[in-house]
């Protein structure tokens, strides 16, 4: 058993009823009264992936908990990742390193021996803070998953940390959602819930007194706030690709496939709050619109078969109309591999051993390897001598004349990056540089844009306290905080 230290496990009725902001929220807010407050999520799924400072990868949503609790990210708070690969099976990340792939049924059989590992990274953390708060996955509703289950109540029971039950009112049927979680699950899983969060309500709370009342009745659990919405989430990384939307009005139009297997989409979030700038999510079967100035291919966790995806769509042909028009196209990690001429995979990492056609629009050849390359760095993008930050997190390496003449950033004092002759296509393994201030204006002044919005860094800085001030207005901190204490008295 880990460390007695208080502890509050934050639970859904399902996914994206705001437990990963509820609980960078939380840190937040704990971390400005002067707790030594960490997140913890034993198991996430998400292709949405961060880099820790020692070279591994936890989910996006601990990233920016860690960042609201005042620290650096660890791969103790995520210390299982899965990133889906196919519809049935994920790659396995345990403690920020590659296990292998595991279909569903596998992975089943590898819990036991991962739920070893998870306590190991809780009692970690728990040695150096006062406050641990935990992030579930999914719902404890799933019974048929509660068997060798690592991810809520099997977790939560290993370790003796109580919950609070989280139930999305803007999808409808709440008080279902929470009473019907109530009578599936056992009794022992219940009695570690000790109270209930109503998120994302719109309008006067006091309308749903009566609701919240026959919560309490049916449960037997105390309501512990309802969180009306929170108009600045958007400003904020999301973890899953369901909330991926597109954002701003601006002149400049960026258009953004969204491919089936996107990945770190977070990287257009600053784009996002740029003034002059039009971000564009297209949907699959849509066309990409003839009349943008950008295109983005973004990264994806499965550079091949999202390759085959993309061209499934007709993507292919409008990117080359596009490029006729005179447009631009930036690929980020996967999506610069497959602007190169010629995928190899000789190891069959994405799958049966062989190469695939590039689209064919950068003098250059990517090869597989399954080593995968982690890393945080800096550097300085050539044309403009701006500073850029970022990461790498990707399987494979790419070569050619468009990368040895014409790469277009420099990480570290080696080249990054590669362009065409005309410097409309580039590419970049680098995750997170528009993030770079100074860049993103010199990146967007090429394409015409004369004004640059606001500091990013700064204006997610801004709304994570902002977020703690809402949750403190409308949750019973205190009470929140009473349950974790009682962890030690058990």
């Known amino acids: 058993m880990s460390l007695q230290k208080p502890a509050l496990m934050l639970l859904g009725t399902g996914s994206n009823v705001g437990k990963s902001m509820i609980v960078a929220g939380l840190c937040r807010a704990f971390a400005r009264r002067g707790l030594a407050v960490a997140p913890f999520k034993p198991q996430n799924m998400s292709n949405n992936a961060a880099v820790t400072e020692d070279g591994g990868e936890i989910g996006r949503a601990q990233a920016l908990q860690a960042r609201a609790a005042g620290l650096e990210p660890s791969v103790h708070m995520n210390p299982v990742l899965l990133k889906p690969e196919t519809d049935t099976g994920a790659q396995v990340i345990v403690r920020g390193q590659r296990l292998g792939s595991a279909k569903a049924v596998e992975y089943a059989r590898l819990k036991p021996e991962l739920l070893g590992a998870v306590r190991e990274s809780f009692a970690k ?79 006067d709370p006091r309308l749903f007194d009566d609701g919240y009342k026959a919560i309490e009745e ?37 258009a953004v496939p969204q491919l089936s297997r996107i990945a770190n989409f977070d990287d257009l979030d600053p784009l996002k709050i740029e003034p002059e700038v039009s971000v564009e999510i297209i949907a699959p ?78 003098d250059m050849t990517t090869i597989m390897r399954p080593e ?13 001598g701006a500073p850029v930050s970022g990461y790498e997190i990707h399987i494979g390496e790419s070569t050619g004349p468009d990368c040895a003449e014409r790469a277009w950033l420099e990480v570290e004092g080696r080249p990054e990056g590669a362009a065409d002759p005309t410097g409309r296509v580039r590419g970049t393994y680098l ?41 403190e207005a409308h949750v019973d901190m205190d009470g929140l905080l009473n349950i974790a204490r009682s962890r030690l008295r058990r």
């Open 125 to 203: 953390l728990s040695e150096r803070t006062e406050l641990i708060v935990v992030e579930g996955a999914g719902s404890p509703a799933e019974i048929n998953l509660r068997a060798g289950d690592i991810a809520n109540m099997g977790f939560a029971r290993a370790e003796e940390v109580p919950g609070v039950l989280i139930g999305d009112i803007d999808r409808g049927g709440v008080i279902a959602q929470i009473v019907g979680t109530r009578t599936v699950i056992d009794d022992a899983d219940a009695e570690l819930i000790r109270g209930f969060l109503i998120n994302k309500f719109l309008g």
């Open 218 to 254: 049916r449960c037997g659990w105390p309501g512990l706030g309802v969180i009306p919405w929170f108009a600045d989430a958007a400003k904020l990384p999301a973890e899953d690709a369901v909330e991926i939307r597109s954002a701003g009005s601006g002149r400049l139009r960026i």
């Open 285 to 362: 079967g849509k066309p990409l619109p003839g009349d943008a100035d950008l295109v983005i291919l973004a990264g994806t966790k499965a550079t091949i078969g999202d390759l085959a995806f993309l061209r499934a769509q007709g993507w292919d042909i409008d990117i080359a109309a596009h490029l006729r028009r005179g447009g631009h196209v930036l690929g980020l990690c996967g999506g610069y591999q497959m602007l190169g001429r010629r995928i190899a995979d000789p190891e069959g990492i994405e799958g049966a051993p062989g190469e695939t056609e590039g689209l064919g629009f950068l």
């Open 372 to 384: 995968k390359r982690l890393a945080r760095v800096k550097g300085r993008h050539r044309p403009s």
């Open 431 to 471: 995750h997170g540089i528009f993030s770079s201030d100074r860049f993103r204006a010199a990146f967007l002044a090429e394409l015409g844009s004369a004004a640059c919005g606001p500091a990013y860094e700064a204006t997610v800085e801004a709304t994570l306290d902002r977020l703690a001030e809402h949750l």
